[in-house]
């Protein structure tokens, strides 16, 4: 789990996103930006997670948000997502686990009594000059977005 507390600097981070964009934290300065961690692409909490964030991008826009998404999944994977669910937001496709290990967001889990490494669901708030506004340790699938704003 991430040590990473409001009223820190949000890590650095650089990766390529569903359309093979590279995206960084500096292309965000000056803007509010949401960054939400989740296990697997077009699995069913994901999709609760990343459409419920969809559903709600109007607001988030309307309030200054720009919202990013990342999982360990592959480009193309993240463009099917994107595809599927109409998502409006680009997602990373964090292979080498850059991002997920700077917002120590990857580490052992339990599942069914099994133990194994993975992403831990997770979303940063961070605030226009790149501090962590938030940290959303338990988040709500279907209601994420009432944690968030």
Known sequence: MTTLKVGDKAPNFEAKDNQGITRKLSDYAGKKLVVFFYPKA??????A????LRDNYHTFQARGYEIL???????????KFVDKYDLPFPLLADEDHSVLNAFEVWGPKKF??????????????????GVLEDVILKVKTKEHTAQIL
């Not at 077009?42 to 999709?47: I, V």
């Not at 069914?112 to 979303?123: K, Q, V």
């Open 49 to 52: 997670e990343a459409c419920n």
């Open 69 to 79: 998404g990342v999982s360990a999944d592959t480009e193309k994977k993240q463009q």
């Open 42 to 47: 077009d699995t069913p909490g994901c999709t």
């Open 112 to 129: 069914m009594g099994r133990e194994y490494d993975g992403i831990h669901r997770t979303t940063f708030v961070i605030d226009e000059k």
